[in-house]
């Protein structure tokens, strides 16, 4: 059945209207990243700076150590998305392959661990943490972190894991093929599309998160990307808006850098894997 053309237009459309909204953020946060002061506090904003500066990028680097920071949340988001995913896979192949009891009460933890807010944990883990020697030291973020992505990134591999026809790995098998000759050479490049998604979200999850880090690290030294973005806002509440942009503009960039690499990886996975099936 072919679809009408004022239907197909009428999707373009709604579809051009979502990327839009998506868009306009970041679009506003670019434009406010270059413009002077004086354009920044007239009462007629415009959507292109009149008279584009890089004042507020010198300006925020020398203010605030805004690379020190970066630097933290790669090694805290890195290290986060690496062992959530050394993790969940191999959870994920066991509950999708052996649906037992136990597998379909880690099912319900993963559900019910959504739903707990940030503040209740908080105090709990801080406890935690400062027994165990690890407040206000990236080692001890980068857990939170891992603890914290770790149901969603098993949730998301366990769909994964269950696209996979169990009939490959029987077929493996019958020609010969061990256990984990199998896993290695037949499961886990199909897994690929899976596995850089579940990377991608707990990376983007570590670089953006806030809280935490807020409350976790005291240390300046020590203190990530989104902790430092404070520091532009006065005692007052008062923002120095145009540093303040130009630092968060800079602060999207790497999670789209990588959004954008494994982007390339899921799609060549996701090809490679309905070819192989």
């Given amino acids: 059945m072919r679809t009408r053309p004022s239907a197909r237009a009428g999707q373009y459309a709604a ?13 506003w946060l670019l434009s406010t990243a270059f413009k002077p002061p004086r354009e920044l506090g007239s009462l007629h904003p415009t959507w292109i ?5 890089l004042a507020n990028f010198r300006q925020a680097f020398d203010e605030q150590p805004l690379l020190h920071a970066a630097l933290n ?22 509950m999708a392959r052996h649906r037992t009891r136990l ?7 993963v559900v019910v661990s959504q739903a707990f807010p940030f503040v209740l944990i908080i105090i709990p883990l801080f406890l935690v943490l400062k027994r165990l020697r690890l407040i206000d030291s990236l080692a ?38 061990g256990r984990l000759r199998t896993l290695i050479s037949v499961t886990a490049p199909l897994l690929a599309p ?47 808006l145009g540093p303040l942009a130009a630092a968060a503009f800079l602060a999207t960039l790497p999670s789209l850098v990588v959004f954008a690499l494994l982007q ?4 060549g996975g996701l090809i490679a894997g309905a070819v192989k099936s």
């Avoid at 700076?49 to 500066?53: D, G, L, Q």
């Avoid at 597998?103 to 933890?109: F, I, K, P």
């Fill in 15 to 27: 579809l051009l209207a979502y990327l839009i909204f998506l868009a306009f953020p970041f679009l």
């Fill in 49 to 53: 700076p009149r008279h584009p500066t």
């Fill in 73 to 94: 949340s790669l090694l805290a988001a890195l290290g986060a998305a690496v062992i959530a995913v050394l993790i969940a896979t191999p959870m994920a192949y066991v």
């Fill in 103 to 109: 597998a379909r009460a880690a099912s319900g933890w």
């Fill in 140 to 177: 001890g973020l980068t857990v939170v972190y891992v603890v914290w992505s770790l149901p969603f990134a098993l949730w998301m591999l366990v769909g994964y894991v269950r696209a996979v026809p169990v009939e490959l790995e029987e077929a493996a098998a019958v020609d010969g093929a």
């Fill in 194 to 240: 899976g596995i850089a998604a579940t990377a991608l979200f707990a990376f983007i999850t570590a670089w953006n998160e806030f809280f935490f880090a807020l409350v976790l690290l005291k240390s300046p030294g020590n203190q990530t990307l989104p902790v430092v973005l404070t520091h532009f806002i006065g005692a007052e509440g008062v923002a120095d």
């Fill in 264 to 267: 390339r990886r899921i799609t």
